[in-house]
């Protein structure tokens, strides 16, 4: 799945996370956990978001950084302990890995062009989340905590309103022209096939000798049943579908099983409230999804899988709901069909961490983004294609070293702007920018200054714009000290 959306990965201090310099200035402050190396001096490959950045202590929702798909994780039951001679530190060994494809997309082709532009070259990356929320805690949490999507695994089930009717035929202890009318032994629901014996004097009431699926109602063995309430399957065998209409006593409701994927297929079974089960994509037809197989519940009449292991039928989509529970616990889980994911879906919360030195665990979560492609290959085609880029595509600014910052006053406003020869620092490195970014910007930090020039003997008049920004500890100097003001670009 190609990306086409982004999403910052989580809250700092509440906020929504809108602004890139909340992130930089939050991980200024991280206890530990630094890229590239971390407070050990060892390489790290990832930064932290801790407490002390601002992350919000309970219940922090990691939230996927781009369109992809989930490939692998691991969810702890519990936090796994480690003991030490003076304490035992708890820390979270859950993570997710998500595989993401980045492309450059084609250019658009010119007006006079009938010619389709090549797209870019195509980055496979990965995003990686690391110490998040155990098992133990979606348990706990009040209220309950949201299931991560890719939990479901295919897994899937019958929501608690549903209201398909449990319906079919009763079965008569005796034959009514005979016996009591109103004694019935039981209600065979709809998709059981029944075979029958002896018939009324009148044909029309047949003796059941045999019942499949033959689970709890072996109790209709002996009883009489309706003939033209059935639809006869030939030898003496007949099912109980459409024409039966009974109500049994416990009146129970759920989610009916047709054999095709219409409105109008045969009922073969009722799945209660609560049943669990998987659906295939394959086949469906509407809103109709292909069962596959009963995880847990009992299905009335119960459905038998064939040799494969698995059930026939199909399902109304709508009536189900994601059974979100992890595969295996404790353990990686590696998907052999990778779960599609996008921007800012969730992919868990943050967990616990505790160092060997720590007196007690803290709220981290870990993220980390590489590459096992050749990145610089992937940089220099991309630099080649997005220079052929029409001017209004060009959406980066790069802020150069050694230009000058200037220096804020409270006096500078839209009609008071800066000038290039007010008191200022000097940038001490480069920084590509989104133009996004300072179009964020509230208008108190942007200003756009058009200056003209009169018309002077053979020169015409002509006008320059100057666009300024207000960068707040964006940029540093040479020394690396945060530095804020005003920066400028022509156009």
């Known amino acids: 799945m190609k990306v086409k959306k982004w999403s910052y990965p989580l809250k700092i201090g509440g906020a929504s996370g809108a602004d890139p310099q909340q992130f930089y200035a939050a991980l200024a402050k991280a206890q530990d956990g630094y890229y590239p190396l971390g407070s050990n001096g060892l390489w790290h490959g990832g930064v932290h978001f801790d407490e002390a950045s601002g992350l919000v202590s309970a219940q922090s929702e990691v939230r996927c950084i781009a369109d992809g798909q989930v490939v692998a994780y691991r969810i702890d039951d519990t936090y796994p302990a480690t003991v030490y001679t003076d304490r035992t530190a708890f820390a979270s060994t859950g993570f997710v890995l998500v595989k993401h494809l980045l492309e450059m997309p084609a250019p658009a082709a010119p007006s006079d062009s009938a010619t389709a532009q090549a797209a870019g070259p195509i980055l496979t990356f990965y995003s990686l989340y690391m110490h998040l929320l155990d098992m133990e805690g979606y348990r706990t949490k009040t209220p309950l905590l949201e299931r991560p999507s890719y939990w479901v695994n295919g897994g899937y089930q019958v929501k608690a309103d549903v209201s398909d009717p449990v319906e079919g035929l009763n079965v008569r202890a005796d034959l009514p022209e005979t016996a009591d009318y109103t004694h019935i032994l039981t209600t065979l629901p709809r998709g059981t096939t029944v075979t029958t014996g002896d018939a009324s004097t009148d044909g029309k009431w047949l003796k059941v000798v045999s019942v499949s699926p033959e689970a709890d109602q072996s109790v209709a063995i002996g009883g009489w049943v309706f003939k033209t309430q059935m639809n006869s399957k030939g030898a003496n065998q007949y099912l109980i579908g459409e024409l039966a209409k009974n109500i049994p006593a416990n009146h129970a409701k759920g989610l009916r099983v047709r054999r095709t994927g219409s409105t109008t297929g045969e009922v073969m079974s009722i799945l209660p409230a609560g049943t669990q089960i998987e659906i295939s994509q394959e086949g469906a037809v509407g809103h109709y999804r292909k069962l596959v197989k009963i995880v847990s519940g009992n299905p009335i009449p119960a459905l038998a899988p064939d040799e494969t292991g698995n059930v026939g039928g199909y399902v109304w989509f709508p009536s189900l709901e994601t059974k979100t529970e992890p595969k295996e616990m404790g353990k990686v889980v590696l998907l052999d069909e990778p779960v599609t994911i996008k921007a800012g879906a969730l992919v868990g919360f943050a967990g616990q961490y505790q160092e060997h030195d720590e007196g007690t665990a803290r709220n981290l979560v870990h993220v980390e983004v590489f590459t096992c492609d050749d990145i610089e290959k992937f940089v220099s085609l991309s630099q080649g294609k997005a220079a052929a880029l029409p001017e209004d595509q060009k959406n980066l600014l790069k802020i150069h070293k050694d230009t000058k910052l200037i220096t804020h006053r ?48 053979t020169t015409p008049a002509a006008s320059s714009t100057t666009r300024w920004w207000r960068l707040e500890g964006l940029l540093g100097d040479a020394q690396g000290n945060p530095i804020s003001g005003w920066v400028g670009e022509k156009i």
Do not use: F, H, M, R
């Open 410 to 457: 409270p006096d500078i406003s839209a009609t008071n702007p800066p000038q290039a020869n007010d008191a200022g620092v000097v940038i001490g490195y480069d920084l590509v920018v989104p133009s996004s970014v300072l179009e964020a910007l509230p208008d108190s930090q942007k200003i756009k200054q058009t200056v003209t020039t009169p018309s002077s003997g």
